[in-house]
């Protein structure tokens, strides 16, 4: 099988990051839960990756980065716990449900009221998202790169747009590993990060790494290993938003993942650009297929067919021909209607650094022959 599906899952882990989980499985003790040696130990690892990430992101400090199981949970707590009655929130049509449900919920329930920036010439204009701020705007939320797309919109020059006071928030589902997203420098207050995607860790570790500007409110409730006495959460961070046992695997695959993009970020991109691009031009010169993206850094290339449904052309590309890609509408509704593909969606193809041109190669030529 070759595997095309790396926005969903990283299909390829690095012998480090196998290596740490399979240490990590092998200790199997729990950080934060006890004095003894070994579990001080894991707690270390813990502390590492929080500041490990802190640095990548140019973040505010280990302790203001909280673990979570997935970046869906870290949007989550940032929107749940931090919006509140009353509130305005600007997002844009190129979000994932990651976003857009949340947002909904809080819509449905009578608590806050949010804004949709438009596409313009295929991009997100900082102007069109400035024109939606209104008195009551307390969050602007948005994606870093479009996980059907690939596009990425200029964060920093949106940021400047927006009165200092409008809070910003920014889903790293697929742009973090990919791109630079330093957090002070762009005036990110809160930033979701997805471990098994760009970052190179296995499934199960996400985190939310968030400014002095805000403190979110805990969504979820139970032990944290400290003031057990307490019946409340405790008001610190990160013990206040991280009940339960973290998953310490994962965490531990993530150390390793972040190290890798630290090293390779740069490079790496440069052969996502690469791959993409030869699959644009393929694509481009094909009457039967239309591109639906551009060469990017995020591995992502996108495309429908005039004659075969996306989904039943994802099928064939898995059955036929053992290409894993994937079809529909990727769980971002509004961008679909936006491109004019709802709701048939796209097929979806998307590299590793760690490919070639081999299996650019097979994609097209596959694709050639259906």
């Not at 307490?230 to 998953?247: F, I, K, Q, R, V």
């Amino acid at each position: 099988m070759i595997y095309l599906d790396h926005a969903a899952t990283g299909g390829y882990k690095t012998a480090a990051v196998q290596n740490a989980v399979l240490a990590a499985v092998k200790t199997c003790a729990n950080p934060g839960r006890s004095g003894h040696s070994l579990s001080l130990a894991c707690a270390e690892r813990v502390f590492a990756c929080r500041t490990l990430l802190s640095e990548l992101f140019d973040g505010y400090g280990f302790e203001r980065v909280v673990f979570t199981k997935n970046c869906t949970e870290a949007l989550n707590l940032a929107l749940l716990g931090m919006l509140e009655k009353g509130d305005h929130v600007i997002t844009t049509c190129l979000e994932h449900n990651s976003v857009l449900r949340p947002l909904e919920y809080l819509k449905r329930s009578g608590v806050i009221e949010y804004s949709v920036a438009p596409l313009e010439n295929g991009k997100i204009l900082p102007e069109t998202v400035a024109a939606l701020v209104k008195s009551n705007t307390k969050m602007c939320c948005m994606t870093s790169a479009s996980n059907v797309t690939g596009y990425s919109p200029d964060l920093l020059a949106v940021r400047k747009r927006l009165p200092e006071q409008v809070l910003f928030a920014v889903d790293g589902a697929q742009g973090a590993g990919h791109l630079p997203l330093p957090m002070k420098a762009l005036g990110i207050d809160a930033l979701a990060l997805a471990g098994h995607k760009g970052m190179g860790a296995v499934q199960g570790a996400g985190a939310l790494l968030f400014s002095e500007r805000i403190n979110p409110r805990p969504v979820l409730f139970g032990g944290t290993g400290s003031e057990s006495f307490n019946l409340g959460m405790p008001e610190y961070y990160p013990d206040a938003l991280e009940s339960g046992t973290l998953n310490y695997p994962a965490i531990c695959s993530l150390f390793e993942g972040a190290l890798l993009v630290k090293a390779r970020q740069q490079r790496d991109a440069q052969i996502l650009t690469k791959l993409t691009g030869a699959v644009y031009t393929a694509l481009a010169a094909e009457p039967d297929y239309t591109p639906y993206f551009q060469p990017n850094p995020c591995g992502i290339a996108s495309f429908a067919s005039s004659k075969i449904p996306s989904q039943e052309l994802a099928e064939i590309l898995s059955e036929r021909f053992g290409i894993a890609v994937r079809g529909g509408l990727h769980c971002a509704p509004l961008i679909h209607k936006a491109l004019g593909t709802f709701p048939e969606g796209l097929v979806r193809a998307s590299f590793s650094a760690f490919q070639s041109m081999r299996e650019v190669n097979a994609l097209v030529s596959a694709l050639r022959r259906i």
